[in-house]
């Protein structure tokens, strides 16, 4: 019967892989374990070109397997029909040299001429060759059967002639055969031709299953690529995201805690770099603090002095005063104030940021404490003939009032250094909700777009020019939008027709009506 060899390599695939002993397995994981622990990449590049080989490897064994079991099952095809035209043609042959041995045979019988019976041999030799090309095929029991009895009734025939002569009795008994053996032939010709078709529904058969083993193997290969990647793609992403914590932290000013970095060594050699960057960052935040403090502190020694000057000449201890000197003394003890006020501010952005985030609560009477702020800042206002505007609605929040009190300062001091001579400062206060609203408008340049988030940045000036004698430090807004957060409130800068519109927004527990 035509059929596959049973050491088919897809049947073999089929079927399952050899068993590997027990300890042969173990032997393997820990290697295996061993290699993955101890070996690192020395560079993303590195990691990339494993990933991608060990992505690509499974598929190209997978292409592979399916190139050989294709070009195996296409040899196999092709030999098929190679042998199912030789069957064809030898079943054929059969049919026509039976045919003419007959022919010849009859003739020798009637004119005893050796020469056809020579003829007849030569056939008969024909006969032979087609049917042993029959018997070396894998033929079933029954065809293989058809064929040796055709031999064995053709060897009969001419065993009879060659021992009785063409003229004896016994041979002319002979030509009966022939009539079986012309038979023989066309039953054998019908069932090469089933055969002929059995192989062919068997060769579909392998076909179909080699289709689907291909397919369950490209679905496999498949899904261990997309686990390859997906592996190397969390070993790649790992140490990123660690770099970009890390950059995150020293953005955010968190230069406490070491940064590592864990993934190939040119990233956890970044890692440490960046680690070296936050104990520098640290080392400069420390000195810049206690360069402030001790500034602010050293500043206070002569501040004090001149504050106490200028109150003994406003009080004119020493003396009446002209009006001319008392508008003197008047602008000392300004801008001695002023300078409280700035070293104040030096003194509060050098705290650590705990200190600046940790609140106090009491309950603070927001309207009240508005109407302070701005009898601290009357005098300034009123040496440019400025004119203050409160429009106040009675709110009460928990909060801390000292940090309260020097965000209202800080902005109401802005308003005052860029406002105009005789200009008009609006400061008003509201309730919105479980939201107390507190804006302060000016009539001076105002705040560019492109500048009203950097103008809370410490240290920021901005383009718009100032129009007192002194100009700030630029810490004003910086600790004000700071002790905003602290109180989990917002501060911007909001669209105004004439100047700047500052705009806070503070959650608040209640609302006190008059």
């Keep these: 019967m035509l059929t596959f060899r049973p050491d088919h390599p897809l049947d073999e695939l089929s079927n399952g892989a050899p068993e590997v002993p027990p300890y042969r397995v173990g032997l393997v994981a820990r290697t295996r374990a061993t290699i993955v622990t101890r070996y690192r990449p020395t560079s993303v590049l590195q990691l990339l070109l494993i990933g991608f080989a060990l992505v690509v490897m499974p598929m190209g064994a997978g292409l592979v397997i399916a190139f050989v079991s294709v070009d195996l099952l296409s040899k196999e095809s092709e030999q098929a029909v190679l042998n199912a035209a030789r069957a064809v043609k030898s079943g054929e042959q059969l049919g026509e040299q039976v045919t003419q041995i007959e022919r010849q045979v009859r003739q020798y019988l009637v004119l005893g001429d050796r020469n056809i019976y020579r003829l007849a041999q030569e056939q008969r030799e024909v006969l032979r060759n087609a049917a042993s090309t029959l018997l070396d095929m894998q033929l079933t029991e029954e065809l293989r059967n058809r064929v040796t009895r055709l031999l064995a009734m053709e060897a009969s025939i001419f065993e009879v002639l060659d021992q009785a002569g063409y003229d004896s009795p016994e041979a002319e008994e002979t030509t009966g055969v022939f009539g079986e053996m012309a038979t023989l032939t ?13 192989y062919t529904e068997q ?3 392998h076909a179909a299953r080699l289709q689907t083993t291909v397919a369950w193997l ?10 390859l990647a997906a592996w190397v793609a969390i070993l790649l992403a790992r140490p990123i995201r660690q770099v970009e914590h890390a950059i995150r932290r020293l953005g955010g000013g968190d230069f406490h805690g070491r940064i590592r970095v864990q993934g190939p060594r040119d990233l956890e050699d970044l890692g440490a770099r960046l680690d070296w960057l936050r104990q520098r960052l640290l080392e400069l935040e420390e000195q810049k603090t206690n360069f402030l403090r001790h500034v602010s502190h050293e500043l206070k020694t002569p501040l004090t002095a001149i504050r106490e000057g200028s109150e003994l000449l406003m009080d004119e201890v020493p003396g009446p005063l002209t009006p001319d000197q008392g508008d003197v003394a008047e602008i000392l003890r300004d801008n001695g104030l002023r300078l409280q006020r700035l070293i104040e501010d030096l003194l509060s952005y050098s705290m650590a940021p705990p200190a600046v985030s940790r609140v106090n609560s009491t309950s603070v009477e927001l309207a009240a404490l508005i109407r302070q702020v701005a009898l601290s800042q009357e005098i300034a206002g009123r040496a440019k003939g400025l004119r203050l505007v409160l429009q106040l ?6 909060g801390d009032e000292e940090k309260l ?30 939201t107390a609203v ?19 940045e410490a240290f920021y000036q901005g383009s718009a020019p100032y129009l007192g004698h002194v100009k700030g430090t630029g810490l004003g807004l910086a600790l004000a939008r700071d002790y905003v ?10 669209d105004a027709k004439v100047g700047a519109r500052f705009q806070i927004r503070l959650p608040m527990l209640n609302r006190e009506a008059n």
Excluded: C
């Design 485 to 494: 957060m602290a109180h989990n409130g917002s501060i911007r800068i909001l």
């Design 405 to 434: 009190r020097s965000i209202l300062d800080n902005l109401l001091s802005n308003a005052i250094k860029y406002s105009p001579k005789n200009g008009t400062v609006v400061l008003s206060l509201s309730a919105s909700g479980d």
């Design 203 to 205: 060769l579909g058969d």
């Design 438 to 456: 507190i804006d302060v408008l000016d009539e001076g340049p105002g705040v560019p777009a492109s500048e009203r988030e950097r103008v809370f």
């Design 218 to 227: 490209a679905t496999s290969m498949i899904i261990v690529a997309l686990g």
């Design 393 to 398: 609605e009675p709110v009460t929040l928990d």
């Design 186 to 198: 066309r039953g054998l010709s019908s069932h090469i031709t089933w055969q002929i078709a059995h």
